[in-house]
């Protein structure tokens, strides 16, 4: 469980910003995390989980770089050296 439910209470509520947070598994997105402009942690619905829609949300905020994203992973065994990160860019 990511959170308790009580945290979301008012008197708890802290803002948290994140970055949209899309978790794959076996490579189709199965949830989508990312914070409102208050800070509140939110989940997108399932029907926004498209490759599309996650990558036109992403290129809407391309960094001045071109990195619209990382890929974050870790393979099944637990060696260090199969653990990485991937820059995903985009060229004019």
């Known amino acids: 469980?990511?959170?308790?439910?009580?945290?979301?209470?008012?008197s708890a509520n802290l803002?948290?910003?994140?970055?949209d947070t899309v978790l794959f598994r076996p490579g189709m997105p199965v949830a989508w995390y990312f914070s409102d402009s208050e800070g509140v942690m939110k989940r997108k619905l399932e029907a926004n989980l498209t490759i599309p829609n996650i990558m036109e949300t992403f290129l809407k905020k391309k960094s001045k770089y071109g990195i619209v994203a990382?890929?974050?992973?870790?393979?099944?065994?637990?060696?260090?050296?199969?653990?990485?990160?991937?820059?995903?860019?985009?060229?004019?």
């Open 1 to 10: 469980m990511l959170w308790h439910k009580d945290m979301f209470q008012p």
């Open 70 to 92: 990382y890929y974050i992973y870790l393979s099944d065994t637990i060696k260090e050296d199969n653990n990485g990160i991937l820059l995903l860019e985009v060229t004019a």
């Open 15 to 19: 803002p948290i910003f994140i970055p």
